[in-house]
């Protein structure tokens, strides 16, 4: 019951002519149950359970009469008060039910005032009154280990929690960060995802397969742990390694490791005398280096030292190290062992070191990635066309320089096979003023479209031509029309071609049996198009529906 803080005129009465209103209940429920014994009625029984200890058997006649007296002025005040004629009118309007009425409305009027004296309904035991004293099972009040007692007694069972749930909203960004994943995660990532909640709990990591370590969160002395416990180590990748420091790196050139392929990526706390201690000692049997994201350390110096002792790399990877320039790209063309070679400037590069540098290396290369050379023009294509003979993977990204010229130039008659991937995105012209470009068309557009689908379209399995915002709606009707197939090409990407809508895009599917993603950002007239079953088509014009559309037509 609900403790009332403010009292009626009732109770102002009651106080007044030291009556109390608990009392006389309690006389009145004493003479119902002596009525009860007499007429060998037990109607009324369960209502008045434990209420012996409250009889006064030693009331004398006299006192017994002026109780009475006032009990009845009481109840006659009570019957006339507006309250009470409020509560009948609610009622069944039946003048059996007034005593009810009235016991009830006492009742609610007999609790005592805060910070009076009172004994616990349940323990005895005498505390005070609080506005915050909660009401017993028997309209009498509680101390507060009780109170707290009944409350906890009452309170359900707490449901367990769900987890996370990893609804459309974190596919959705799982995608826009290129992890477009169909169907259930694999073992080994459920197994990583598992390792990385419970981190903590972890003492070692076992028969861990080095390439699933870059998805863990490790600290300095992790890193030590590792290289302790792997003697054996010769492949070693690090993502997001901030915490790898000098100490670190030491401790591994003393461990005399046979590593031979390291990736290393944000270890800025790395100093560049300890990158050029750990090139000294590792570098004759490193066979593949994989540095990015390094803005304070890895400068030219550095990167000759690397270079010169690093005599038997085959595969070299260097994307945005903030401090490499013109001085680190001719140091490059000294190493004659690459076959992969990948790299991406953040400095203003000379044209010429770079044609020096690509003439020298792209005999033997099989892999080329040349991304951020804003300058670079239709040369450097040449010098590609000419003397690559073997590649398989080209990537040249992020240039508003080279002409469609240049890149029908190459592709057309050269002796290099068919590419199995191929980047040449945000290769365009860049002056919104003019959105259809310069008469001869600069970056990759309908001529060069055609002339590399002619080249490498066998053989082609990821093309990326995103924002190459020239080809023409013609061009893409030539390309995929009715008979020709593309039968190797899986992943293809078209985003911010806006040329391209239904009819374009199941022409693309229609071509491809292969195909498995289609990313189509901003592409504005694509609008329903029917994807087939296996298809995973990314990007969408109506904000409402998901970003992946995942096809189910037969």
């Not at 390309?479 to 040329?499: M, R, W």
């Amino acid at each position: 019951m609900p403790l009332l803080f403010r009292h009626s005129a009732l109770t102002d009465f009651l106080a007044s002519n030291n009556i109390s209103a608990a009392q006389i209940q309690q006389d009145h429920l004493t003479r119902l149950r002596q009525f009860e014994r007499q007429t060998a009625v037990e109607r009324r029984e369960t209502d008045h359970v434990n209420d012996d200890e409250y009889q006064n058997a030693d009331e004398s006649a006299a006192d017994k009469k002026k109780r009475k007296r006032k009990e009845a002025v009481a109840l006659a005040k009570i019957k006339k008060s507006k309250e009470f004629a409020r509560r009948k009118a609610q009622g069944t309007g039946d003048s059996d039910n007034d005593d009810d009425i009235v016991r009830e409305m006492m009742c609610e009027d007999s609790q005592p005032f805060a910070y009076q004296l009172e004994n616990c309904e349940v323990c005895g035991k005498r505390f005070t009154v609080t506005p915050y004293s909660k009401a017993g099972p028997r309209g009498g009040l509680l101390c507060a280990r009780c109170s707290k007692e009944l409350a906890d007694d009452g309170k359900k069972p707490k449901a367990n929690r769900r987890g996370p749930r990893s609804g459309r909203r974190q596919k959705q960004s799982n995608l826009l960060d290129g992890l477009a994943q169909l169907g259930a995660p694999s073992l080994a990532e459920m197994c990583t995802k598992k390792v990385a909640d419970n981190i903590n709990d972890i003492e070692e990591f076992g028969d861990l397969p080095p390439q699933l370590l870059h998805r863990l969160k490790l600290e300095t002395q992790d890193f030590e742990k590792i290289f302790a416990f792997m003697p054996n180590l010769y492949h070693v990748n690090f993502r997001f390694a901030g915490q790898l420091k000098d100490k670190v790196v030491e401790y591994l050139l003393d461990r005399n490791l046979k590593i031979k392929r390291l990736q290393l990526d944000a270890a800025n706390l790395i100093s560049d005398e300890c990158w050029q201690q750990l090139f000294r000692k590792l570098g004759p049997q490193l066979e593949s280096l994989k540095l990015s994201n390094l803005d304070s350390s890895l400068d030219d110096e550095t990167v000759e030292v690397m270079c010169r002792e690093c005599t038997s790399l085959q595969r070299l990877k260097l994307k945005q190290c903030w401090k490499m320039g013109n001085r680190s790209l001719q140091a490059i063309s000294q190493l004659i062992s690459l076959q992969h070679l990948s790299l991406d400037f953040v400095q203003e590069i000379c044209d010429e070191i770079l044609l020096n540098t690509v003439s020298k290396l792209s005999p033997r290369l099989r892999t080329l990635s040349l991304e951020g050379l804003s300058t670079a023009d239709d040369r450097l294509l040449d010098i590609i066309h000419v003397n690559c003979r073997t590649l398989t993977k080209l990537r040249f990204s992020d240039n508003a320089v080279c002409s469609d010229k240049g890149f029908v130039t190459l592709f057309t008659d050269w002796d290099n096979p068919p590419l199995e991937f191929v980047d040449l995105s945000s290769t365009r012209d860049v002056d919104n003023s003019n959105p259809d470009g310069p008469v001869d068309a600069i970056g990759l557009a309908s001529q060069g479209f055609m002339a590399l689908m002619n080249h490498s379209g066998p053989g082609l399995q990821k093309l990326n031509i995103a924002s190459c915002r020239h080809v023409s709606r013609s061009a893409f009707e030539e390309v995929f029309a009715a008979g020709k197939t593309y039968p190797n090409l899986e992943e293809i990407d078209v985003s911010f071609h806006t040329v391209v809508d239904d009819y374009i895009v199941g022409r693309i599917f229609q071509c491809c049996p292969k195909l498995q993603k289609l990313v189509a950002f901003a592409c504005f007239n694509l609008r329903d198009a029917q994807v087939p079953a296996g298809v995973a088509l990314i990007g969408g014009l109506k904000a409402q529906d998901p970003i992946v559309l995942q096809g189910h037509h037969y």
